[in-house]
T-cell receptor, first 111, second 114 residues
C-alpha cells in the first residue's frame, strides 16, 4: 500500500464545475503540499499545509491531521486548470525536501 | 527574482555512460532537493543539500550522487546509466530547508537513456 493515496486518478469536468481531489496518507507528517504539474513537466507549488484550511483565488486546500486526509477544491473550474495535481507529504523528522508523493490526479476541464 | 533553473533541459545518453545535471536555486535559497519522476514510479525523492552538506538521501543506488557548491548551485551525477534511469529529473529550492518553507521547482531535465 502506498503511503500517499490520491483519488480519483483521473477526473474530467465541464467548465464551471466544482472539483474535489482527495489525498490520504498513512505516516505522521509535519506538512502536506499540493502541487500542480502541467504538460511539459513544470511543477508549481500551490499550497503547503500543516493544519486547517488555505485559500488562494479559486483554489482551497484543507487538511485533517487526525484523519490523515487532505482535499484540494477548485471552484468555477476552467480549461486552464487542466493539469496533474500531486499531493506530497513531509514525514515527521524528515528535512524539507524529503517528500513522499502521491501518484497524482489528472484533471481535464472541458469548455 | 529569477526562478530555479536547470540545465540541460533535454539529454540523450546511452547505457553505461554517465551524466551530470545542474540546478541553480533562487537567489538566497540555500536548500536544494532533487527528485526523479518516471511514469511507473511517479515522483521520488533523491537527495537534499543544505549549505554544501547532504542532509537526506532517498532510496537510490550509489550510482546517483550529488553535491552543492558554496553559491548553493547543485549538481547531480548518475554513473553507468541504465535504461531505467530515463526520467524527468527535477530540482527544487527553498529558503532554509527547515519546516515551514515552500519549495520552488525548476523546469526539469528530461533524460533519455538508449
Amino acid at each position: 500500500k502506498n503511503e500517499v493515496e490520491q483519488s480519483p486518478q483521473n477526473l474530467t469536468a465541464q467548465e464551471g464545475e466544482f472539483i474535489t481531489i482527495n489525498c490520504s496518507y498513512s505516516v505522521g507528517i509535519s506538512a502536506l503540499h499540493w502541487l500542480q504539474q502541467h504538460p511539459g513537466g513544470g511543477i508549481v507549488s500551490l499550497f503547503m499545509l500543516s493544519s486547517g484550511k488555505k485559500k488562494h483565488g479559486r483554489l482551497i486546500a484543507t487538511i485533517n491531521i487526525q484523519e490523515k486526509h487532505s482535499s484540494l477544491h477548485i471552484t468555477a473550474s476552467h480549461p486552464r486548470d487542466s493539469a496533474v495535481y500531486i499531493c506530497a507529504v513531509k514525514p515527521y523528522g524528515g528535512s524539507q525536501g524529503n517528500l513522499i508523493f502521491g501518484k497524482g490526479t489528472k484533471l481535464s476541464v472541458k469548455p | 527574482k529569477a526562478g530555479v533553473t536547470q540545465t540541460p533541459r533535454y539529454l540523450i545518453k546511452t547505457r553505461g555512460q554517465q551524466v551530470t545535471l545542474s540546478c541553480s536555486p533562487i537567489s538566497g535559497h540555500r536548500s536544494v532537493s532533487w527528485y526523479q519522476q518516471t511514469p511507473g514510479q511517479g515522483l521520488q525523492f533523491l537527495f537534499e543539500y543544505f549549505s554544501e552538506t547532504q542532509r537526506n538521501k532517498g532510496n537510490f543506488p550509489g550510482r546517483f550522487s550529488g553535491r552543492q557548491f558554496s553559491n548553493s548551485r547543485s549538481e547531480m551525477n548518475v554513473s553507468t546509466l541504465e535504461l531505467g534511469d530515463s526520467a524527468l529529473y527535477l530540482c527544487a529550492s527553498s529558503l532554509r530547508g527547515t519546516q515551514g518553507h515552500e519549495q520552488f521547482f525548476g523546469p526539469g531535465t528530461r533524460l533519455t537513456v538508449l
